[in-house]
């Protein structure tokens, strides 16, 4: 008897912040909504807090983010620090162009991955799914 497909898992994208550019994450939900994520926008201009009682209300396995440049150091410890308070484990990306002095700070922060310009759709859904695999 065969098995039934398995969903990924459920994405949520959030715009951080004063973010009104969503064009990356309309173009990463239309990727992963294609490799039968389920993706669900919170919209534009999200405070952190918001973000993670969200995830948490919709029981998302992964969480990407898009914020402006410069703010990101701050914003990515706000949401990690909303997650932890609500002892939350997901997997926080950012999605974004980013200094390479940046990366270090992103993952030592906690970020589980960033999603750059550019980036593969082969290459994004694995990293998205090795993530929700293991926070499951």
């Not at 909504?33 to 534009?44: M, N």
């Not at 990690?80 to 700070?105: K, M």
Request: glycine residues 10%; hydrophobic residues 50%.
């Amino acid at each position: 008897m065969p098995l039934a497909p398995v969903t990924p898992g459920r994405l949520l994208l959030a715009n951080v912040g004063l973010d009104g550019f969503d064009r990356g994450l309309k173009a990463l939900a239309r990727r992963l909504g294609d490799a039968g994520f389920e993706c669900i926008s919170t919209g534009l201009f999200q405070q952190p807090r918001a973000v993670a009682q969200a995830a948490v209300d919709q029981r998302a396995d992964a969480i990407a983010v898009s914020m402006p440049s410069g703010a990101h150091p701050t914003l990515v410890h706000m949401l990690i620090h909303e997650l932890w308070s609500r002892e939350a484990d997901i997997p926080v990306f950012v999605v974004g162009a980013f200094a390479p002095r940046d990366l270090a700070a992103l993952a030592a922060a906690g970020v589980a991955g960033v999603v750059a310009p550019g980036s593969g759709a082969p290459q994004t859904v694995a990293q998205f799914a090795s993530a929700v695999r293991y926070s499951a």
